[in-house]
């Protein structure tokens, strides 16, 4: 699509990213107030998280943050 329709890519402002994780949140929220299984799943979910961040951060962003320092 860039190369063939010179579409631009762009990244939303934080203000929209931020609103648009508020809304998220609340969205989620209402969903796990709404039954059982949900707040189940979403508890299940989020220790997962928990656990995987530190990891994602070491190995994922640590790559991202790499490759644009080599211009990759």
């Known amino acids: 699509l860039v190369e063939e329709?010179?579409?631009?890519?762009?990244?939303?402002?934080?203000?929209v990213m931020a609103a648009l994780y508020e809304s998220s949140k609340?969205?989620?929220?209402?969903?796990?107030?709404s039954d059982e299984e949900s707040r189940r799943v979403y508890e299940s979910y989020s220790a997962f998280q928990k656990v995987v961040r530190p990891f994602s951060d070491a190995g994922e962003y640590a790559y991202l943050k790499s490759r644009d320092n080599v211009g990759a």
């Open 26 to 33: 609340e969205a989620i929220q209402r969903q796990v107030d």
């Open 5 to 15: 329709h010179g579409v631009q890519l762009r990244t939303f402002p934080e203000d």
